[in-house]
């Protein structure tokens, strides 16, 4: 399992190589947005993009084959976990 703790505007490399389910779990609420990419570059969406979420919230993504990237477009409070991954 591979995990990340994001607070600021950023573009996180979660893991790479396939992962089974992704979670992402908002902390605070966020008045921006949250891409999620299945790929170890890039700034393009594939997977999802996550709009002002509100506090609580929990998103769950399936499948990923290249890796586990994020990017947050604001300051944020959120906690993103790869289950299942084989990468590094």
Do not use: W
């Amino acid at each position: 399992m591979a995990y990340a703790y994001i607070t600021t505007t950023a573009e996180t490399q979660i893991t790479t190589g396939r992962v089974n389910c992704v979670i992402i779990q908002v902390n605070a609420a966020l008045t921006g947005n949250i891409k999620v990419i299945d790929n170890t570059s890039g700034t393009t969406a594939n997977v999802a993009v996550i709009t002002n979420p509100t506090v609580g919230s929990r998103y769950e993504y399936f499948d990923f084959k290249t890796g586990v990237r994020i990017i947050s477009s604001a300051t944020c409070d959120i906690t993103v976990a790869a289950l299942g991954s084989t990468g590094h």
